[in-house]
Structure formats: C-alpha cells, structure tokens
C-alpha cells in the first residue's frame, strides 16, 4: 500500500510538471542545455508530453504502463544526481518550468523513491490506483493524492529557497 500511495503521488507530480513544461518549456530546455545535452523547446515539450501521457496512462491502467513512468523518474535522478556530483551550474532543473527550482538532493531522493515505487508495482501486482474501492474511499485516496503532490511540490520547489534564504553568507 506504500508503494501504491507513494507511485500516484509521484504519478501526479509527473502529470503537474509536463502540463507546466508544455507551458513554458525554456526552464527545461536551459537545463538540458546547461548539461551539454540535446536541448530544444521541441525537445522539453516531446518530454512534457511523455511526462503527461506516462502519468495518465499509469494511473488509468496500471500494470505495464506504469514502467513509463518508472523510467522517467530514473532518469531524473540520474540527471540531477550528475548535475549534483558534477556541479552544473543550474538555476532551475526544469522539473516544474520554473526558472527558481534549483536540483537538490531532495530532487534526487524523491526521484529515486519515485522510481522504485512505480517499479515495485507490476511485481508486487497492484496498480497505483484501486479502481475497485468504493467511492468514498476512493475520493479519500484521491484527496490523499492531491494533499501528497502539493507537499511534494512545495518540498521540491520551496525548501530550497528556504534553505537559501536562511543560510550564512
């Protein structure tokens, strides 16, 4: 059950942070480029799309589609951990299409507890989402949901700044 509750909170994060590269793609296109990879508007939006259909299709149907969205997250802590190790000079990881969302190790660990929750669950054989609860615990799930991606947001997007703000000079 902690592996399905942790899965669709990241499962909405990841749904939340296409929807905001689609918006304003430039944050994500900076990092990758700040990186020395492939950057482009066309390239962060082809991933935000990605982001959006892994979500949704993981949420809705579980199983297999929720690999997609595995990958995904394993890829963004590898990206943030080398930015990390390596010091790329990032003023935004371009996870939320914001330009103030420095890469901490609070990005790398929430990815990689998002990846392997997302991939615990074909093998433990649940999806992220019980379809099956009746209604008024599935929108207590749902509302549990909601509360966990915006503590996850705020934690990812507003802790560092915090930290910033309150460290010595």
Not at 12 to 38: E, H, I, N, Q, Y
Not at 69 to 98: D, E, K, W
Request: include cysteine; aromatic fraction near 8%; charge should be positive.
């Amino acid at each position: 059950m902690v592996a399905q509750a942790a899965a669709t909170i990241a499962l909405g994060l990841l749904g939340a942070s296409g929807v905001a590269k689609l918006v304003d793609p430039d944050p994500t296109t900076g990092a990758m480029r700040a990186a020395r990879l492939p950057a482009s508007n066309l390239l962060s939006r082809m991933l935000a799309t990605a982001e959006v259909v892994a979500a949704v299709s993981a949420l809705v149907f579980g199983g297999v589609a929720v690999l997609g969205a595995a990958l995904l997250y394993a890829g963004f802590a590898v990206f943030t951990f080398s930015a990390l190790t390596n010091r790329i000079p990032l003023q935004s990881c371009g996870c939320f299409g914001r330009e103030d969302t420095p890469p901490t190790i609070a990005h790398v660990v929430f990815n990689t507890v998002s990846a392997l929750a997302l991939f615990a669950l074909p093998i433990i054989g649940v999806g992220p989402v019980d379809w099956a609860l009746p209604n008024p615990e599935l929108a207590l799930y749902g509302g549990f949901a909601v509360v966990g991606v915006a503590a996850s947001y705020l934690l990812l997007t507003r802790l560092p700044q915090l930290m910033t703000a309150v460290r010595p000079r």
